[in-house]
């Protein structure tokens, strides 16, 4: 199994510029995630999705969008990209399971860098 | 407001010797407790989780944390630090009743000395 994976690892835009990331997990995974990673700030949730077709904001929402169309794979993008969003990008996943005790299981990273 | 507070930037610690690295949180209800260590260039790897019973719970790589209720804390901790558990330490909580919303501190950087 490859777990989680991501792609692209690293990519550089310019102020306005779109992209996508991609997310992709072979586990059968019900719940998937996106974070951010900053500096002395941990983690911040910005979408997730419980299940193939549906999505829902997190804590840090504004200036991305997310997609689930097929339960394997959760694309998040950005349409048009701010010095703000500099930061390295987080996809993960967890089983489903009403109680939340469930671990979740993370992707390398996407370390984005906008100019 | 629901928070985790890693109260310590950095650890140091000599090979050989106990670690222990910090976590107190601020949730309300019974939270679920967790903690992650990422290495270099990697994502987040799952370590140790309380969810209910013994208050001792032991994970991956030797490591165990201690769950205390009254003072709301989580401490990770190992008996004999290796060179090798050197990285960044997550500590993160779910609330019981909080959905999918997972809160994580903001992180211990472990360094073993040899």
Known sequence: NAGVTQTPKFRVLKTG???????????????MYWYRQDPGMGLRLIHYSVGEGTTAKGEVPDGYNVSRLKKQNFLLG???????QTSVYFCASSPSGTSGSNEQFFGPGTRLTVL | ???????????????????????????????????YVQYPNRGLQFLLKYITGDNLVKGSYGFEA??????????????????????????????????????????????VKA
């Not at chain 2, 060179?83 to 999918?100: E, I, K, M, N, Q």
Request: some cysteine; aromatic content about 12%.
């Open chain 2, 66 to 111: 201690e769950f205390n209720k009254s003072q709301t804390s989580f401490h990770l901790k190992k008996p004999s630090a290796l060179v090798s558990d050197s990285a960044l330490y997550f500590c993160a909580v779910r609330p019981y009743t909080g959905g999918f919303k997972t809160i994580f501190g903001a992180g211990t950087r472990l360094f």
């Open chain 1, 78 to 84: 950005l349409e048009s990209a701010a010095p703000s």
């Open chain 2, 1 to 35: 407001a629901q928070s985790v507070a890693q109260p310590e930037d950095q650890v140091n610690v000599a090979e050989g010797n106990p670690l222990t690295v910090k976590c107190t949180y601020s949730v309300s209800g019974n939270p679920y407790l967790f903690w």
């Open chain 1, 17 to 31: 510029q779109s992209m996508t990331l991609l997310c992709a997990q072979d586990m059968n995974h019900e719940y």
